[in-house]
């Protein structure tokens, strides 16, 4: 039978399973295994789609990155403590082609400054405020805005650097190569984790198989936990695709046990009483 039939089969066909439910392990797990490869396909499509304009832009934006860092500045760290060339306090605005983003960020839209270098005064509330700034650098610690609230990191345990426009413009080089092999990295990666995604799910089933097997005693099925597991395997299908769909869209899934609500829905749906008087086929496909 063809793979995508069984998928049609598996999502809704209450004689399919009278079926499936006869017949041994191997014949789900066989679907399974094809169905992982074949959703494994499909998720790396998708990924690759989303990630290749990200890798692209960041391809084309990596030589631009050194020039963000202004040209007469250099920054220096030794023994926990900062210092630099420049008279401060010091602001580093944002781009220009970004600064229409930022004014619309919700709670970063006060921002004007990127990061503030003010070695000479400690840090106080007041003062990171006026400066309207996402990151104040002192000469010993970096103070910075995460989701309305301030957290300050010391420096006490940063190794001596220097940093400067063209040490930046050094580590982007090294960098660069590095990009390209990101191409087969996310496509193999995401191949994967798809493949995997639908494995492990096995794992699930082991709890999940429990929750068929009682939506087949509450319809009068005796069937066992075995045959239920074996069932199992292929009531996934719909979930899993469902699922995915909605992570997709991005689709925010906050309704807790949502899976297991929707594999014991297609339980229901598919499970009826003549399975369990279906007899064993002669061969098995």
Not at 10 to 36: C, H, N, Q, R
Request: no cysteine.
């Amino acid at each position: 039978m063809n793979i995508f039939v069984k998928i049609k089969n598996s999502i809704y066909g209450p004689k399919y399973y009278e079926e499936v439910i006869a017949k041994p392990f191997s014949y789900s797990f066989k679907y399974l295994l094809a169905f992982a490869l074949l959703f494994a396909l499909v998720f790396t499509i998708v990924v690759t789609v989303k990630f290749i304009p990200i890798v692209n832009n960041l391809s084309e934006q990596a030589p631009k990155m050194a020039n963000y860092f202004p040209q007469e500045l250099t920054i220096t760290i030794k023994n926990g403590k900062v210092s630099t060339n420049v008279q401060e306090p010091y602001f580093i605005r944002a781009p220009k082609e970004y600064q229409s983003a930022d004014n619309t960020s919700g709670n970063e839209s006060n921002i004007e400054n990127y990061i503030v270098i003010d070695t000479k005064n400690k840090f106080d509330l007041d003062t990171f405020n006026s400066y309207k700034t996402g990151v104040w650098l002192t000469a010993d610690n970096v103070a910075y805005l995460d989701k309305n609230k301030i957290s300050i990191i010391p420096l006490s345990s940063v190794k001596d650097f220097t940093l400067n426009r063209g040490k930046i413009a050094d580590f982007i080089n090294t960098l660069k190569p590095f990009i390209v092999v990101l191409y087969p990295i996310v496509f193999v990666g995401a191949y994967i984790i798809g493949y995997m995604a639908v494995i492990l799910k096995m794992i699930y089933l082991l709890f999940g198989a429990l929750l068929i097997w009682l939506v087949a005693k509450t319809k009068g099925i005796k069937i066992g936990y075995k045959k239920s597991y074996i069932a199992g395997m292929q009531l996934m299908t719909g979930a899993i695709i469902v699922i995915s769909i909605l992570e997709a869209i991005s689709f925010k899934l906050t309704f807790p046990f949502f899976f297991t609500i929707l594999v014991i829905i297609f339980a229901v749906l598919n499970l009826n009483k003549n399975a369990e008087k279906s007899p064993a086929p002669a061969s098995v496909a």
